[in-house]
């Protein structure tokens, strides 16, 4: 660790810290210490304002996202105190582009800073630069799509320059959820001008929230650009899904074996993958005699001990214990260990003993892929039922998929949903959501919230009340009780959550056709603009209503997203949807279109072809959304 100073927890660069008196410097590690009271190395970006007022900069609510967009480099919501106090330096220097913090071009545990426009600079992950470049290079080697920009190159900027044109995020998203995105839609030429890598990044940005990536002030025109933070937060957002999406007691029943006495199957499900991780990696050490315990994905990783027992616990026989003092030669160890496992990881030694967090969760998630080691009995399985946790039918999994993902890409505070049913359970993202489509319809004062809100009265109390905040709203409730949210109640829980996504759906669509001259927009309105829109031009197809059979080939929706961008649709490869399968094909293609134009819509294929109303409404109304705000290039 030789050229860090090191106090207590915190660590930065030397150069960074000579440049800040003692005295100074001392401020910001007890300000960063009040804070940071688990002692994960980590302060929330929530928290970021405090921290600030505690070391006298004053920053205006204004300014404040550009800060935190500056210091969150990965978008995890979590500031280290290298990262602080290199913004600090440059604070202090009086010229944050121009100080200290702002002509390093070179590591800072892990970050290299670099120039922007206008002289603004900006840190970002050289660790994770590398790491996602090798992962690319690894799980794309052969995708035909991307063969024009393999393999990066990990030791310049190949990254940032490549993904530019929207193919890698399209192919990496492909690989976290299968067929998310029809590679028809792509505009794959030679030669890409600014429209067609637009459309790319759109295609992008939008299939990335449909499968619960948060997409927060990120445009296309920002990663055209190249910008080093958001192109590693968004990417490391879809490879941690490619990751992480099969962690689920669905997918290893074998799970259970890491409940603790007196839980049952749903205290499973209310955990997100990185905590069942966090606990098979637990269940791995307890179960080797080791005294050790991960808590956080850092600094209790950095001495390769916890990796060293997990992957003997793993393979005995290949992955023998760790030996030796020194952090970096510990960490080689555990890398050559991983091969025997028949793990290709993208975590280098360097990314160990620096303790980042994001290469360690994909590290652990793709050690848990390959060996879970985990041995479930019969005997064992006969004390579970497995089938309550699973959904009611298909069609309720896939409303409940697209229903979180909607949710998770309002981007509420502190709200990631991983299980629509376990999460809404006590009634506060509920409350949270009808706040949302009708601000100030709930009384907060009324609501319990977090330790208040895990007794079994005190979610009735709030569930309760989210039925009551429906009522008000004209919602409709009726045979729905507190009781049966507590209880999880399928179909009762889908049918608010959709009255609630198209609420908020039209409120959206009325802000944009404010022009139109329409009080209230209703089901009439939404076909009448659909049908005149393709009749304008100039095809002959009609929507009698959003149950209407015909809209099961695609062919209609084909023709609503020509009339708005005509070059987007490749007549040649839409078909009159005769058969189930190019019906399907049909609906695949139209939903890419609609994110290319610029649509944000949650719907899946299926969903078309079974005519499925609810979603075709919300799919048409986002198209006349985009239509409203649309630019032709």
């Known amino acids: ?30 300000a960063f210490a009040s804070l940071d009271v688990d002692g994960n190395g980590y302060i929330s970006t929530d928290e970021l304002s405090s921290m600030l007022s505690k070391c006298d900069i004053s920053v205006s609510e204004a300014e404040l996202p550009n800060v935190m967009a500056d210091l969150d480099l990965d978008g995890s919501g979590h500031i280290n105190f290298a990262e602080f106090i290199t913004y600090y330096a440059g604070m202090q220097s009086g010229k944050t582009g121009e100080g200290v913090a702002g ?29 996602f470049s090798e992962h690319i290079n690894f799980c794309l080697a052969d995708n035909a799509d991307v063969a024009r920009h393999m393999p990066l190159n990990i030791d310049n900027y190949d990254l940032f320059d490549k993904a530019g044109d929207g193919l890698i995020f399209c192919a990496l998203i492909n690989l976290a959820v299968p067929d998310t995105i029809d590679v028809r839609a792509l505009n794959r030429k030679a030669k890409l001008n600014v429209y067609t890598k637009t459309e790319n990044l759109n295609l992008a940005l939008n299939a990335a929230k449909s499968i619960g990536c948060q997409v927060v002030n990120i445009g296309a025109q920002d990663l055209i650009e190249g910008r080093p933070i958001l192109i590693l937060g968004l990417m490391w957002q879809i490879i941690r899904m490619q990751l992480l999406s099969q962690i689920s007691i669905k997918n290893y029943p074998e799970l259970v074996l890491l409940l603790d006495d007196g839980e049952d199957l749903a205290a499973l ?29 850092t600094k209790d990783l950095v001495d390769s001990e916890c990796y060293s027992v997990l992957l003997n616990q793993l393979n005995p026989a290949q992955c ?37 967090r994001n290469l360690n969760v994909g590290f652990v998630a793709q050690l848990f892929n390959t060996c879970p080691g985990l041995t479930l009995t ?97 919602l409709s409730v009726v045979n729905i009780g507190g009781l049966d949210l507590v209880d999880k109640k399928t179909k009762l829980i889908l049918a608010i959550i959709w009255q609630l996504m198209r609420r908020h759906t039209i409120n959206v669509l009325a802000g944009l056709a404010t022009h139109e001259g329409i009080a209230e927009i209703t089901d009439d309105h939404i076909i009448s603009w659909a ?29 609503l997203v020509g009339a708005i ?44 072809v079974e005519v499925k109303s609810k979603m075709i409404m919300t799919f048409v109304s986002s198209l006349w959304a985009t239509d409203l705000t649309y630019k032709p290039n």
Request: charged share 30%.
């Open 378 to 474: 019969e005997e064992v399985m006969d004390n579970f039922d497995f089938a309550s946790v699973m959904v009611d039918d298909i069609g309720d999994s896939r409303e409940e998929r697209v229903f979180r993902m909607w949710i998770n890409s309002l981007n509420l505070p502190d709200v990631y949903i991983n299980n629509l049913f376990e999460d809404l359970q006590d009634g506060y993202i509920i409350l949270l959501l009808e706040d949302t489509v009708q601000p100030g319809v709930v009384t907060w004062k009324r609501v319990n919230k977090g330790e208040k809100a895990k007794s079994r009265f005190k979610k009735v109390e709030n569930c309760n009340y989210a039925v009551d905040v429906a009522k008000e709203m004209g």
């Open 531 to 559: 049908n005149e829109k393709v009749k304008g031009a100039g095809k002959t197809s009609v929507m009698k209503n959003f149950r209407d059979s015909s809209l099961k080939s695609g062919v209609f929706l084909l023709e």
């Open 1 to 30: 660790m030789s050229g860090f100073r090191k106090q207590q927890s915190f660590q930065a660069d030397k150069e960074v810290t000579d440049s800040i008196s003692p005295g100074d410097l001392a401020k910001v590690e007890g």
């Open 269 to 297: 499900l209310k955990l997100t993958p990185e905590d069942i991780l966090l606990r098979w990696f637990n269940y791995h050490l307890k179960n080797a005699g080791s005294a050790r315990r991960v808590k956080v994905w």
């Open 103 to 131: 002509k390093m071009m070179k590591k800072t545990t892990g970050f290299l800073k670099v120039e922007g426009a206008g002289g603004a600079s900006h840190m970002f992950s050289e660790e994770e630069k590398i790491a």
């Open 320 to 356: 023998s214990l760790v030996t030796g003092s020194d952090p970096l030669e510990r960490a080689k160890q555990v890398c050559a260990n991983t091969r025997h496992l028949g793990v290709t990881s993208f975590l280098n030694p360097a990314d160990i003993v620096t303790g980042n």
């Open 565 to 608: 961008e005509p070059r987007a649709v490749n007549p040649e490869l839409v078909t009159t949807g005769e058969t189930a399968s190019t019906r399907l094909e049909n609906a695949r293609y139209a939903i890419s279109l609609a994110r290319k134009v610029g649509a944000c819509v949650f719907l899946t294929p299926e969903d078309i």
